[in-house]
């Protein structure tokens, strides 16, 4: 017997396509599969995103507090959210789909542990290829 497809781990080009603005719409706005999804799949794909632009895991870190102190809406309007124009149109697309769903706090508070999520599976693909 096999294992359903759902199942099966995906490479790094099957989570490149993934579409992750998608992702934290409906992450953020519902629970159950959407939001495992959010933080599973989709937080590796944001990392592979931020990874091929150089963005480091400390940058990111940076953002989940900005979100968590001023919102989403606040951050989705800073010119450069990350740094480097590529970086920040990368942050821009992520903090301006989200904020089409997040309207509390406690959004507010579940996109930033998002972004620490993906700075976590940033930092350590980044331990294990052996980058600085």
């Not at 933080?39 to 990874?51: K, N, P, S």
């Not at 001023?70 to 480097?84: D, F, Q, S, V």
């Not at 697309?93 to 940033?122: I, N, P």
């Amino acid at each position: 017997m096999s294992t359903p497809d759902r199942f099966r781990p995906k490479t790094d080009d099957e989570l490149r396509r993934l579409d992750v603005p998608v992702l934290l719409r409906y992450g953020l706005a519902f629970g159950g599969h959407h939001r495992a999804a959010l933080f599973g799949d989709g937080a590796v794909a944001a990392a592979l995103e931020a990874d091929a632009l150089g963005v480091l895991p400390r940058s990111l870190s940076f953002l989940a507090e900005v979100v968590r102190s001023g919102g989403t809406r606040y951050a989705a309007e800073l010119p450069e959210p990350l740094p480097g124009p590529d970086a920040a149109r990368l942050a821009h697309a992520w903090l301006t789909s989200a904020a089409t769903t997040v309207t509390t706090v406690d959004g507010d508070r579940l996109l930033a542990s998002w972004l620490k999520a993906v700075a976590e599976v940033l930092g350590l693909r980044r331990t294990v290829r052996g980058a600085p």
